[in-house]
């Protein structure tokens, strides 16, 4: 399964630029930025990005990015789950 990663440019700056670096160097994830998420209140929290649309965030950079992978496992999962009861 493929995965897009969503990121607000406004929250690099803040700090989770090296998250996104850190996945396009991923094959497996189609990561993207954008100027804004509209998702103010969380981004003036804490880090944050979307994962195939989802919320995921996280108090540091690297709680931001062991979260992404952790969602990216649950949907890979979730994925064969159903491809198995086909």
Not at 14 to 31: F, I, R, Y
Request: hydrophobic share 35%; proline share 2%; glycine share 6%.
């Amino acid at each position: 399964m493929y995965h897009i990663v969503e990121f607000c440019s406004s929250n690099m700056l803040k700090g989770s630029q090296n998250v996104h670096d850190t996945l396009q160097k991923d094959p497996e994830l189609d990561v993207v930025d954008y100027g804004c998420l509209s998702n103010c209140g969380i981004c003036s929290k804490m880090f944050f990005a979307y994962v195939n649309g989802k919320t995921v965030s996280g108090k540091t950079p690297e709680l931001l990015l062991e979260r992404i992978y952790k969602q990216i496992d649950k949907e890979n999962a979730e994925s064969e789950l159903d491809r198995f009861q086909l």
